[in-house]
């Protein structure tokens, strides 16, 4: 039936009725035959990740196939696109149906496990297979192996949640594909952190701690709300588009689009849930936040949907959090972490996505009671890059860096930085050292009160430079490292000072400093605790080429992977 259909775009629930179907005027068409054509066609459709008409057709198939068996899998490939909506609820009552039918059956058992994980459910998940294992003896060792694994999974997750401190795995996140789908071997965590209202108005929010908070800890691991991978790469460049551009910039970014209707859909299939959940975002200054408890919050409001998405997304790049730029492929949005303020250089906690998993992490000190800021853009971006996206975003920043670069503005050094930067571009793919030297010496001039607040030192330009002096002056290259070095951790770039403290590392061995190179070691683990947790990630760094200044560093008898350093900081239970 329909042979090489193709979706476009989705359809919403209402779109598309099928009340008078052409087959159920013949009387030849035998009821399991049409059940079987149509789930044909849901199988085309979930293979093409249109998971709802996947499950139109699967609900349609369900009305003409009434044997337990068929019943049976159509549920069990209904329950899977719901999987993959990120609709947990309705997963698990279509599992629920399959397994009244059919207490053994493994794809119901497999299914409901994982709906259990989604919801967060870890110990009855770890429960659920423990008990279904002892009933299904008689089945073949292969077919049970996903079950066991996933029912290992789901024990260790429910041992990890039960702690009193709740760390997760970054060596295993950094080590994700890039735009690697789902990953369910991850914990979701909130931990000491709370939602408040600034002078109790609902329209000033914002997350705060519940307790103490060290550099490095755990603050949250959060799953999406809904997800879109990435289906190609994006080649543009990095660029501001005004509100009244986005939705011409977003017609070139499918991803987009696609996440506007996987959230819609989830609000469709479970309102009672979904609903309350995503529509307690700030959709914008016009919108802004739907009233509590109010009667709208079950139905698909496009309009709200559509802003909510725009101003809440989280991006692909590092320090994209602005939807109104268009820099990387919209991937998801994730509601808890929607509510952290901005800062551009006085965050207190940084962010990074892997997949659908968003970690946010404390790199301050943080006292009870206190916000909690991230930064939604890079600080090394320009000020005027940065002042019109908040502009579109209606508020302002008035952050330590902010407000050096509008005295910088108003007195002309802004664009004097900017002509450095812009002949500096011109010169990092050549061999002057020396002219590079002079313009990187120049751009540190121009901040030298407030030398750690200099954010165009940590640009990539900068980095580039420090890579071309090192072929030529291995010192001076190791010398605006430390400068380099030293902004980043003042602006909360915590993860690049763990790249820059590595580049150190490398000079200083070309060097034979050993004295320093223990120094930055030192340095090193501190940046990969504040950045991942422990230094543990760093292994991941390990195995790739370019990077073998950890092997190297054992040469001169120092072990960054040594019982003292893979100490970790992980979260506290709230």
């Given at each position: 039936?329909?042979?090489?259909?193709?979706?476009?775009?989705?359809?919403?629930?209402?779109?598309?009725?099928?009340?008078?179907?052409?087959?159920?005027?013949?009387?030849?068409?035998?009821?399991?035959?049409?059940?079987?054509?149509?789930?044909?066609?849901?199988?085309?459709?979930?293979?093409?990740?249109?998971?709802?008409?996947?499950?139109?057709?699967?609900?349609?198939?369900?009305?003409?196939?009434?044997?337990?068996?068929?019943?049976?899998?159509?549920?069990?490939?209904?329950?899977?696109?719901?999987?993959?909506?990120r609709c947990f609820h309705r997963a698990l009552q279509d599992c629920n149906a399959i397994l009244e039918r059919d207490g053994k059956h493994?794809?119901?058992?497999?299914?409901?496990?994982?709906?259990?994980?989604?919801?967060?459910?870890?110990?009855?998940?770890?429960?659920?297979?423990?008990?279904?294992?002892?009933?299904?003896?008689?089945?073949?060792?292969?077919?049970?192996?996903?079950?066991?694994?996933?029912?290992?999974?789901?024990?260790?997750?429910?041992?990890?949640?039960?702690?009193?401190?709740?760390?997760?795995?970054?060596?295993?996140?950094?080590?994700?594909?890039?735009?690697?789908?789902?990953?369910?071997?991850?914990?979701?965590?909130?931990?000491?952190?709370?939602?408040?209202?600034?002078?109790?108005?609902?329209?000033?929010?914002?997350?705060?701690?519940?307790?103490?908070?060290?550099?490095?800890?755990?603050?949250?691991?959060?799953?999406?709300?809904?997800?879109?991978?990435?289906?190609?790469?994006?080649?543009?460049?990095?660029?501001?588009?005004?509100?009244?551009?986005?939705?011409?910039?977003?017609?070139?970014?499918?991803?987009?689009?696609?996440?506007?209707?996987?959230?819609?859909?989830?609000?469709?299939?479970?309102?009672?849930?979904?609903?309350?959940?995503?529509?307690?975002?700030?959709?914008?200054?016009?919108?802004?936040?739907?009233?509590?408890?109010?009667?709208?919050?079950?139905?698909?409001?496009?309009?709200?949907?559509?802003?909510?998405?725009?101003?809440?997304?989280?991006?692909?790049?590092?320090?994209?959090?602005?939807?109104?730029?268009?820099?990387?492929?919209?991937?998801?949005?994730?509601?808890?972490?929607?509510?952290?303020?901005?800062?551009?250089?006085?965050?207190?906690?940084?962010?990074?996505?892997?997949?659908?998993?968003?970690?946010?992490?404390?790199?301050?000190?943080?006292?009870?009671?206190?916000?909690?800021?991230?930064?939604?853009?890079?600080?090394?971006?320009?000020?005027?890059?940065?002042?019109?996206?908040?502009?579109?975003?209606?508020?302002?920043?008035?952050?330590?860096?902010?407000?050096?670069?509008?005295?910088?503005?108003?007195?002309?050094?802004?664009?004097?930085?900017?002509?450095?930067?812009?002949?500096?571009?011109?010169?990092?793919?050549?061999?002057?050292?020396?002219?590079?030297?002079?313009?990187?010496?120049?751009?540190?001039?121009?901040?030298?009160?407030?030398?750690?607040?200099?954010?165009?030192?940590?640009?990539?330009?900068?980095?580039?430079?420090?890579?071309?002096?090192?072929?030529?002056?291995?010192?001076?290259?190791?010398?605006?490292?430390?400068?380099?070095?030293?902004?980043?951790?003042?602006?909360?770039?915590?993860?690049?000072?763990?790249?820059?403290?590595?580049?150190?590392?490398?000079?200083?061995?070309?060097?034979?400093?050993?004295?320093?190179?223990?120094?930055?070691?030192?340095?090193?683990?501190?940046?990969?605790?504040?950045?991942?947790?422990?230094?543990?990630?760093?292994?991941?760094?390990?195995?790739?080429?370019?990077?073998?200044?950890?092997?190297?560093?054992?040469?001169?008898?120092?072990?960054?992977?040594?019982?003292?350093?893979?100490?970790?900081?992980?979260?506290?239970?709230?």
């Amino acid at each position: 039936m329909s042979p090489g259909i193709e979706w476009s775009s989705y359809v919403l629930l209402s779109d598309t009725k099928f009340d008078s179907c052409f087959w159920s005027k013949f009387d030849y068409f035998k009821d399991e035959d049409i059940a079987v054509a149509l789930s044909k066609l849901g199988n085309v459709a979930h293979k093409a990740s249109r998971y709802p008409e996947a499950i139109r057709w699967f609900n349609l198939a369900l009305e003409y196939g009434r044997t337990k068996d068929s019943a049976a899998s159509l549920l069990a490939n209904k329950a899977a696109a719901f999987l993959r909506m990120r609709c947990f609820h309705r997963a698990l009552q279509d599992c629920n149906a399959i397994l009244e039918r059919d207490g053994k059956h493994l794809m119901g058992i497999f299914r409901k496990t994982k709906a259990l994980l989604g919801l967060g459910k870890y110990e009855e998940a770890a429960a659920f297979v423990h008990e279904m294992l002892k009933t299904l003896n008689a089945v073949s060792s292969d077919k049970l192996k996903k079950l066991i694994e996933i029912g290992e999974t789901a024990k260790t997750l429910a041992s990890e949640i039960s702690k009193d401190t709740v760390d997760v795995d970054m060596g295993r996140l950094l080590a994700l594909k890039e735009y690697e789908d789902t990953v369910e071997d991850i914990i979701e965590f909130n931990g000491a952190v709370e939602l408040f209202f600034n002078d109790g108005r609902k329209a000033d929010r914002g997350l705060r701690a519940t307790a103490d908070i060290q550099p490095g800890q755990l603050l949250m691991c959060s799953k999406a709300f809904a997800y879109e991978k990435s289906k190609k790469s994006h080649h543009r460049d990095r660029e501001l588009v005004s509100s009244g551009e986005v939705d011409n910039a977003l017609s070139l970014f499918g991803e987009a689009e696609d996440l506007y209707v996987k959230a819609a859909y989830k609000i469709a299939y479970q309102p009672e849930e979904s609903g309350p959940e995503f529509y307690k975002l700030f959709a914008g200054p016009e919108l802004a936040y739907l009233r509590e408890n109010s009667e709208t919050s079950q139905f698909v409001d496009m309009k709200r949907i559509r802003s909510i998405v725009q101003y809440n997304c989280f991006g692909t790049g590092a320090g994209n959090r602005i939807s109104g730029q268009v820099t990387d492929t919209y991937t998801a949005v994730w509601t808890l972490p929607s509510m952290i303020n901005h800062s551009c250089s006085d965050a207190n906690a940084s962010w990074s996505n892997h997949g659908d998993i968003l970690v946010v992490r404390a790199i301050k000190k943080i006292a009870k009671g206190e916000e909690i800021f991230i930064s939604y853009v890079l600080p090394t971006s320009s000020y005027g890059y940065r002042k019109q996206s908040f502009k579109v975003h209606s508020f302002e920043c008035a952050c330590r860096l902010c407000e050096c670069d509008k005295v910088d503005e108003e007195n002309g050094i802004g664009e004097k930085r900017d002509e450095l930067l812009k002949e500096l571009k011109t010169l990092v793919n050549g061999n002057n050292w020396k002219k590079i030297s002079d313009i990187v010496k120049n751009l540190r001039d121009l901040r030298k009160s407030l030398p750690n607040l200099n954010a165009c030192l940590a640009t990539d330009l900068v980095h580039e430079a420090s890579r071309v002096m090192y072929n030529f002056q291995p010192q001076k290259s190791l010398e605006l490292l430390e400068k380099i070095h030293n902004v980043e951790q003042e602006v909360g770039l915590w993860r690049c000072a763990v790249v820059t403290a590595l580049n150190a590392i490398r000079c200083c061995l070309y060097l034979k400093d050993t004295r320093r190179t223990r120094n930055w070691a030192k340095s090193l683990e501190k940046d990969a605790i504040v950045a991942y947790g422990s230094v543990d990630a760093l292994k991941v760094w390990e195995a790739k080429s370019d990077f073998q200044v950890i092997a190297d560093l054992k040469s001169v008898g120092i072990d960054t992977f040594g019982s003292k350093q893979t100490r970790k900081i992980p979260g506290k239970a709230p």
